[in-house]
Structure formats: C-alpha cells, structure tokens
C-alpha cells in the first residue's frame, strides 16, 4: 500500500491517494483544490474511484475536473449532496479553488459498504455530527483512517455549519474510539496527522466523553 497526502487549496484539505501498487490502482479521496498538482501524483497509477468524505466545497471542489478526464465513479453519502454545490458564502468557492458545479454522486457511501483500492479494502463509518453524511474510510489491515473533518490532531469538526449536529458529533467520536485500536493512523480533513491513541490522551475536546 502506498499512501500519498496532497494539502490542497487555500484552506490546505488533506488529498489523499491510496495505491495498490501490486495492481496499479489508485483511488482518490477528497480532492478539493489544485487539480494538476493531483493528476501528476495520479500519472502511472489507474484511478478507479474518487471518494469524498463529506460534501463541503473544500473537500469536492475538484470532482468535476477528474471526473471529465478520468471518466471514474464518484461516491459520497446521500446526506451530503445538499452542500456540494453550496459555497456558504458568496464567491467562497474562487477563493478556495473549487471547480463548481461539482457532479451528483454515482454512487452513496453507506455504514458497513466497502470501497476496493485493488486489493485494499476500505470500510465505511458513517459518522455524523459535521455534516450530517459525513464518512470515515477504514483501512484495518493497514491501521489507516481518514477521517476527513470528523476529528484533527488536537481538535474536532465544526458542528455549526448547515446540517451539523453536536450530539451527532459527540455520538460519532464515542464511536470511532471505541472500535478503532490505538495505533490507528488518522489522516484528518486538513492540518497534520494523528493517530487514535494520541488524540485519546491529549485532544481536549475528548474528555468526558468516553
Ligand atoms: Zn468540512
Ligand atoms: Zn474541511
């Protein structure tokens, strides 16, 4: 498995491609901004999918463009197709870099569905409480987790934004933290990464919650 981590655009989201190198296949998650910069780190690889873990513009900003010239399916839960092409504020999606409108899902992530990176096998964790469809993509074998704005090394996702939910929040965090082992390596929506255990110990916004 190789793992590549892209912070993209002004709000630098984390792009990641995850690659069976046995098989030469490469899906892509949360492609938000800088579309070249992706398609290069993407060159002697088949992309086979594009995933994003919630619908915010950040995060699916640049759909569009890989979709048009890869011609993959694209997936995201059916709870965030409302906000794929909601800026929030006006002419925010210019400044971020998004290529807008962004294309309605192919296909809905789902709790419990599995995602194929070749031979990789990815779970969805349906986790609300950022959006209300936001998904984690689990990697058990490989102790990977990309969490998108569900969690960041010290922090937790916004839950005022349109459709958030802070007991979903709360409900989704006691979760993962409870079935995810500690060596898990969370990569987060934005920012550096982290790993289950060290968030269980030193993220602030966890206590009292487990
Ligand atoms: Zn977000
Ligand atoms: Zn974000």
């Known amino acids: 498995m190789m793992l590549k ?20 296949k490469a ?42 010239k890869f011609r993959v399916p694209f997936y995201l839960h059916k709870a965030d197709v409302f906000l794929i092409n909601d800026p929030i504020w006006p002419g925010f999606e ?11 899902p192919d296909e809905f992530l789902e709790d419990g ?23 984690c993509l689990y990697a058990q074998e490989h102790s990977l987790l990309i ?9 937790v996702g916004r839950w ?10 709360k409900k989704s965090l006691r979760r993962v933290f409870s079935e995810l082992p500690d060596d898990t390596l969370v990569v987060c929506g934005h920012y550096e990464e982290t790993t289950i255990g060290h968030e269980r110990v030193f993220n602030p916004y966890l206590r009292g919650l487990f």
Not at 8 to 22: A, F, K, P, T
């Open 113 to 135: 569905k599995e995602i194929k990176v070749g031979k990789i096998t990815l779970r969805v964790l349906h986790t609300p409480g950022h959006t209300p469809g936001l998904c």
């Open 94 to 104: 210019k400044h971020i870099g998004a290529n807008l409108p962004c294309p309605e």
């Open 27 to 68: 899906v892509v998650f949360d492609p938000g901004a800088d579309a070249q910069k992706i398609e290069k780190e993407l060159e002697g690889f088949e992309l086979t999918a594009i995933v994003c873990t919630h619908g915010h513009i950040d995060h699916v900003g640049q759909v569009r463009t890989l979709k048009e």
């Open 5 to 24: 981590v892209l912070p993209v655009g002004m709000l630098s989201v984390n792009c990641s491609i995850l690659v069976d190198e046995e098989e030469g």
């Open 160 to 169: 005022d934004l349109p459709g958030g939910s802070l007991e979903d929040l």
């Open 147 to 155: 969490a998108g704005d569900l969690l960041f090394r010290g922090g």
